[in-house]
């Protein structure tokens, strides 16, 4: 049996791996899924938090020893929490996520991409502390292979997404090192294009980068499937 932590991507929350958990119990492994400070049920106000709050959510997730599935922005915070405690992280695990190296941002990682899909989604809000993806975009960009019913179930439950959180910098020690990671590439999805997937995915090693035709959101269009590889990972 394998422990796995589950950290959402930007506006979202531990709903989004409804789907995901009891497939991975029914593999026989232990589950948690959070929601990151402000996202969610957590009551957090947005304009309270950085990226710091987030990785401290991870850490505070991590009683014991887990592997740690990180979607799209949580790929920052969780190789943050991960570089400070590696003893607690068997294996971080990307999907589709934005993989930092020291002084990378979310924001930053973004805007070093060829394509950007999502800048015109966003809709800062006026006071500059929250933004929001258009709800007329985000089917295409987050759930094109999605059914209809699990495409209003999430465009529901997404929340204004912290800006400051995005924007600071994470800075790693170097222990980052000692952690084993994969990284799930995500061929068809339409948010981190794949090139830049395959590109922060490069110096992983080859076996442990999974490329499969799907979309930004897995955890909700093939969530068995999801579930499977990381079984899968976790048995290696």
Not at 155 to 173: H, K, S
Request: net charge negative; aromatic share 6%; hydrophobic share 45%.
């Amino acid at each position: 049996m394998a422990r796995f932590l589950l950290v959402h991507g930007a506006s979202h929350g531990a709903w989004c791996w409804r789907d995901v958990v009891p497939a991975l119990i029914a593999h026989g492994h232990a589950v948690t899924a959070i929601d990151l400070p402000s996202h969610g049920a957590d009551p957090t106000p947005a304009a309270a938090i950085g990226l710091q709050d987030y990785i401290d959510a991870i850490l505070a997730a991590l009683p014991e020893p887990a592997l740690v599935v990180a979607h799209s922005m949580a790929g920052v915070p969780a190789t943050g929490a991960a570089d400070r405690a590696p003893d607690r992280v068997q294996r971080l695990v990307y999907l589709c996520a934005y993989r930092p190296e020291d002084g990378d941002s979310v924001a930053g990682l973004r805007r070093a991409q060829a394509e950007q899909p999502l800048l015109p989604a966003i809709r800062r809000a006026p006071d500059g502390v929250t933004f929001r993806f258009d709800p007329a975009m985000a089917p295409e960009l987050f759930y094109h292979d999605c059914s209809t019913a699990d495409r209003a179930y999430a465009l529901d439950r997404l929340v204004p997404q912290a800006i400051r959180p995005q924007a600071e910098p994470v800075t790693l020690t170097g222990a980052i090192a000692s952690v084993p990671r994969s990284y799930i590439l995500c061929s068809e999805d339409r948010a981190i294009p794949p090139r830049d997937q395959r590109r922060m995915a490069e110096p992983l090693p080859s076996s442990d980068v999974h490329e499969r035709p799907w979309s930004h959101s897995p955890f909700l269009a093939t969530p068995e499937a999801l579930a499977s590889l990381l079984a899968d990972i976790a048995a290696s």
